[in-house]
Each structure stands twice: as structure tokens, then as C-alpha cells.
């Protein structure tokens, strides 16, 4: 008996671990997205949710479209970050606000 509660512990442990978001080897969280706005050490990304052909949003049509779409502030400022690059984000820390706000703790470009 204590053999199959510790076969089920073992199993939802691993499903528990494995089974969340994308992490990075830090523990650290990832998000993908189109850049709406960058400024010196922050940068507003949305998640493409529109068919077809990637459109360049503005942060004003992103909020008002309701796009799922994340605030990302940085310790250090952003370089070679534009408007319309798709980049990939790693975060320790978000909010529930809508939209999100985070701490980014690296952002590359992923295709300009």
C-alpha cells in the first residue's frame, strides 16, 4: 500500500515539474512578441493573435484590441530593440494587471 502512494507521489511530482510553463535553466519565464513600444529600459510586447500577415500595432490599438500584452522593465537599458521586432523576453516576475508588467531580465530579437 505504501509503495502505490509513493509510485502516485512520484508520478504528480513529475507531472508538476514538467508539465509548466516554459522556464529557462534560471527558473526564469518566457514570452514572445511583437514590440509596441521601447524606451531606455522598458519595452511593451503583444502576443500575435491575428491571423495572417504580422501587424504592427500601435500600444493604444494593442490595449484597445484587448491583445494579451506585457510591460517589461529592465535593470539595464535596451539596445538594438525596435518597434516591430519580434523578441523573446525572459522575466522573474509579473503582475496580474491587464496589461501585464514585469522585471525582464534578458530580451533578444528573435526575427526584425
Not at 21 to 31: F, G, I
Not at 67 to 85: M, N, R, T, W
Amino acid at each position: 500500500m505504501k509503495r502505490r502512494y509513493l509510485f502516485l507521489l512520484i508520478v504528480f511530482g513529475g507531472l508538476t515539474i514538467f508539465g509548466c510553463e516554459e522556464e529557462s535553466k534560471d527558473n526564469e519565464l518566457v514570452m514572445e512578441g511583437i514590440v509596441a513600444k521601447v524606451d531606455a529600459r522598458e519595452v511593451f510586447i503583444y502576443e500575435e493573435e491575428l491571423e495572417g500577415e504580422t501587424m504592427i500595432l500601435s500600444e493604444e490599438e494593442v490595449i484597445s484590441k484587448s491583445l494579451q500584452a506585457s510591460y517589461f522593465g529592465f535593470d539595464k537599458e535596451i539596445s538594438g530593440i525596435e518597434v516591430g521586432d519580434k523578441v523573446k523576453v525572459w522575466y522573474d516576475a509579473m503582475d496580474t494587471s491587464l496589461p501585464g508588467s514585469g522585471h525582464g531580465t534578458k530580451i533578444e530579437v528573435i526575427d526584425k
